[in-house]
């Protein structure tokens, strides 16, 4: 493997044949991009609008719309050569199956549009130019021209244009959370580096791409560009990632196979017994052009199969809860993963910018007399005490190149270290733009990583002062005394022994420590260097920092860990850093979690890792490659999988998760474009509620499922049984339902209340139930509930139909209407009219059932769902008025509909035969709650 950093910066030049003094001719330019290619990050072929189109469509549930479709054609055209029927019902069932494949795609496609740009983003924040030196000339060319060997110039402000190893560093300091996911800034320098697999933050001779240069300047030799930079190979990552099914696809589709299966064996079982009928028996179909019936009744049954509404309700349903989670700050970019949220058991999280600030934080300030003491209080608790600080702050505000941006006072300009002194002096009301006025600056000794320190050399009045900032060990060193209420005193080795104590305690707290001294310099000292400026210094105190947990964060995991779902910190930190913070924040406890750090789990098998990470709650010193191991073990155990994150190196890691999480504010567009779901404001408490409604979306896709396929399944049976009686009784008996009638029940009874329910709020216990972890939307419970329900509809819907002629006989066993009466023949409307009657309304009442499978629908009170209602009533009155436009109409449109008059008195029957679902399921729910038994009641 070829190790940059391990190289001598001169076989590096000889490698590519150029003089840092003169950079690379035209010749070589031209031969270099031909060799390694250009400085631009490539991305997959775009797809155009019918190529999206055309991927929707190979959706299995939209392809067999799609077959349900030809099929009800088929039936129209065959129905040209049937006289006695000229409304030919099933071209409008086909047109209306289309409109929704039409309508569901439609949004599908809307969403897709909008998504999936994650590698113009990467384009977006590379440098747009760069300095280089070529034959011998500085210029300025756009950063997609660099080649590899092109000596180039970085200063403050500067983004990284490609991968470079350093020649000179001055004071270099770079930020690389982006691509490490460490909030502090790193010291480069040039020296060589040897060691296997150095992690990218500890390579301090080399600069990568898209890292933002905080101090000092530095010139390099790039050796990677494009797609071979450590961003590119990002890049590759995300690209390599193929786009998994979802949990809710990967349902739908298993749905749509049974179904399909279901609608197949029927099929054959009509085909077998017609041909025994057919085949001779005396009373049997024994006419050739009877083969039509059969064929018709076993498309019907086919299509009658399949819930047409379903994919539009749950994509319609999804939209409702997008909308939503949108309006409490997470974004949702892919409609067909919302529900993934609700099943979520793991999160991991990236800490920095997720978990934390992203923002270097004093939190701990310790003048002598508090080190003497031990007395580590926070800031807080010292403010009324300014002045015994003052020298500290002071310190801080002058021995410091950072700025305070003044259009975003929570913005740094500069290291984010120094940038937390400005905001330490703002804490107790300094301004450091007025000290810095005070103190005139004339000269400075930059940090360099040998000495780690900093001095300057400042004027106030006609007093002298040097300032230094350090290292405490390396700081101490140069001091021989220490200010003490005021005083200067001579540096005791008690003193020095309680100065070490104080760093090494706050050290265990994860905090980083810097030591502050000064001293007062006569002006007629005309040797102004490091050695004369760092000696004999007094040490007056030290500061602690660290990059803090967000404050909502700590209860928004216990939430998450209430609701069974583990929560993981993946960090680039130390391994201290991130064990104090997950400690703080809740996520890992000693003795019971475990800590992995990058070289560990870089020498474990997938094996190893899989059978260990179930008791892991932090990995640090991690990379970008690494995540992605981690959410692959973790998806290995047959956990559904989100991860945080705002860094470039989060990006293959969140779309290879089940469901990626990017921050909206801090975040880089990588992570954003990348992710499924963006939280605005950032705050890790979003993710408590997207996962609640994440719930909640789930469970009311699973009701709709549940009911839709209940009708489906009492459809089938219905038309079935009927068939089976209509074969061996076949002048008695006729079919139950016509496509029509199957229409309105699938689009006005089905889909409509589907909507409202799908809507529906969550039950209270939500929140208080593990994760649902195997991802079946429909567990062997449901699937039972939905055979027993949909048989009870059939039952009843058979009796409506086997006593229709006596309903609506007008004899003196009658209650008024048209008929001829069973014994001489069942009129084939009547037995229509009161099936299609039933099993319409029955299903429009039993909408309220599903609110809960073990809650009565009376036990939510306070939580009505009025838009259920509204469409329950809406769906009974247009079954009510069809009837009656039918009843009342002339030939054509009870050939249209099949639906004869129906007197007030077979009105109440059929009504009260519809509403016995409720008691039914009631009773169902009652047996459930009492015995905690026959879970599929």
């Known amino acids: 493997m070829h190790r940059n950093y391990e190289i001598e910066i001169n076989e590096i030049l000889l490698e590519h044949n150029v003089k840092p003094e003169h950079g690379l001719n035209t010749q070589q330019v031209i031969e270099q991009r031909k060799l390694f290619g250009v400085n631009e990050l490539k991305q997959k072929k775009k797809q155009n609008i019918f190529v999206i189109i055309l991927n929707e469509l190979k959706d299995l549930m939209i392809i067999i719309l799609l077959l349900a479709a030809l099929l009800s054609f088929i039936m129209g055209i065959l129905d040209f050569n049937n006289q006695d029927n000229i409304t030919h019902s099933e071209l409008y069932e086909g047109i209306v199956i289309l409109f929704i494949v039409f309508l569901t795609v439609a949004i599908a496609v809307f969403q897709q549009v909008k998504t999936n740009s994650a590698l113009e983003a990467l384009k977006k924040i590379s440098a747009p130019t760069s300095r280089v030196i070529r034959d011998g000339v500085t210029i300025v060319i756009p950063s997609s021209e660099l080649v590899v060997g092109d000596i180039v110039y970085i200063e403050d402000g500067v983004i990284v244009p490609a991968d470079i190893r350093l020649i000179e560093a001055n004071n270099l300091s770079l930020q690389e959370a982006s691509l490490t996911g460490e909030s502090k800034s790193v010291k480069k320098h040039t020296q060589t580096i040897f060691g296997d697999n150095i992690p990218l933050g500890d390579q301090k001779n080399m600069c990568f791409s898209s890292s933002i240069v ?76 009877n083969w039509l019936e059969p064929l018709m009744t076993s498309i019907a049954l086919a299509v009658a199969a399949i819930p047409e509404g379903l994919p539009a309700v749950a994509t319609i349903v999804m939209m409702f809860g997008v909308q939503k ?332 998760a089940d469901i990626g999480i990017a921050m909206g504010i801090t975040g880089t567009d990588v992570a954003k474009n990348t992710a499924d779901m963006i939280l605005l404001d950032d705050s890790f408490s979003t993710i408590e509620f997207a996962i609640y409604e994440g719930r909640k979306i789930f469970r009311n896709i699973q009701k709709v499922i549940q009911f839709l396929l209940t009708g489906n399944i009492a459809e089938v049976l219905l038309v079935f049984f009927v068939f089976i009686l209509s074969a061996i009784f076949p002048n008695t008996f006729h079919e139950a339902l016509n496509p029509i009638q199957l229409l309105i029940i699938n689009i006005i009874t089905d889909t409509i209340p589907c909507l409202a329910l799908g809507v529906d709020s969550a039950e209270k216990n939500i929140m208080f139930s593990k994760a649902i972890k195997n991802k079946n939307i429909i567990n062997k419970e449901i699937f039972l509930r939905i055979l027993i329900q949909g048989l009870f509809f059939s039952i009843i819907s058979l009796i409506a139909y086997l006593l229709a002629d006596f309903i609506f006989c007008a004899g003196n066993n009658g209650i008024g209407g048209h008929g001829n009466g069973w014994i001489s023949g069942l009129d084939e409307n009547n037995g229509m009219t009161l099936a299609f009657f039933v ?99």
């Open 214 to 289: 905080t101090y000092g300047s530095g010139v390099g030799v790039v050796i990677a560009v494009g797609m071979n930079t450590e961003v590119g190979k990002i890049a590759n990552m995300i690209n390599s990632q193929e786009t998994n099914l979802t949990p809710l696809k990967k349902n739908l589709n298993k749905i749509g196979k049974i179904l399909t299966y279901i609608g197949a064996i029927i099929c054959l079982l009509i085909v077998v017994i017609s041909c025994f009928f057919i085949s001779g028996k005396d009373g049997g179909w024994n006419k050739t052009q």
């Open 325 to 656: 989670m949108a309006k409490k700050n997470a974004l949702i970019h892919k409609l067909s993963v919302v529900e993934v949220l609700g099943s979520t058991t793991v999160v991991c999280s990236d800490k920095t910018g997720t978990l934390t600030l992203n923002k270097m934080t004093v939190t701990n300030i310790l003048n002598l007399d508090d080190i003497l003491n031990e007395n580590f209080a926070i800031i807080a608790d010292k403010k009324e005490r300014k002045e015994k600080y003052l020298e500290i702050i002071n310190c801080g505000i002058l021995c410091n190149n950072a700025e305070i941006d003044l259009s975003d006072f929570e913005k740094v300009i500069g290291d984010p270290t120094e940038g937390a002194l400005l905001t330490l002096a703002n804490s107790f009301d300094i301004n450091y733009h007025d000290k810095r006025k005070e103190f005139i600056r004339l000269s400075e000794c930059s940090f360099d990583s040998i000495r780690k320190r900093m001095s300057v050399l400042c004027k106030k009045d006609e007093q002298e002062t040097i300032f230094v900032k350090g290292a405490c060990e390396e700081l101490l060193s140069c001091c021989n005394s220490v200010l003490i209420n005021g005083k200067v005193i001579e540096l005791t080795e008690e003193y020095r022994k309680k100065i070490i104590n104080a760093t090494e305690q706050m050290s265990k707290q994860a905090l980083r420590c810097l030591g502050f001294a000064e001293k007062k310099w006569d002006k007629s000292n005309e040797i102004k260097n490091i050695e004369t400026f760092e000696k004999e210094l007094t040490f007056i105190g030290l500061v602690g920092m660290i990059d803090p947990p967000r404050s909502e964060v700590i209860s928004a995991i216990n939430v998450c860990h209430t609701a069974g779902i583990k929560v993981v910190m993946i960090t680039g930190d130390h391994k201290l850093t991130a064990q104090v913070i997950a400690k703080e924040l809740g996520i890992y406890k000693d003795g019971v979690n475990n800590i992995i750090v990058g070289n560990e789990l870089d020498a474990m098998s997938d094996e190893q890792l899989a059978n260990i990470i179930e008791s892991t709650t932090v990995f640090a010193r991690i990379s970008p490659e690494a995540k992605l191991r981690i959410v692959n073990a973790f998806k290995k155990n047959n956990e559904i999988v989100s991860m945080t994150g705002d860094g470039v190196n989060d990006a293959p890691a969140l779309k290879t």
């Open 839 to 937: 099993i319409a309304i029955s299903q429009t009442f039993h909408v309220l059932n599903q609110r809960s499978n073990t809650e009565s629908i009376f036990s939510r009170k306070n939580e009505q769902n009025y838009l259920l209602f509204l469409t329950v009533l809406i769906s009974i009155s247009v079954v009510v008025v069809l009837t009656l436009i039918s009843g009342y109409g002339n030939d054509t449109t009870k050939k249209i509909l099949g639906i004869n008059f129906m007197s007030w008195q077979c009105f109440i029957i059929a009504f009260l035969i519809s509403i016995s679902i409720l008691p039914f399921v009631e009773i169902c729910k009652f047996i459930k709650r009492r015995t905690n038994r026959f879970a599929f009641l």
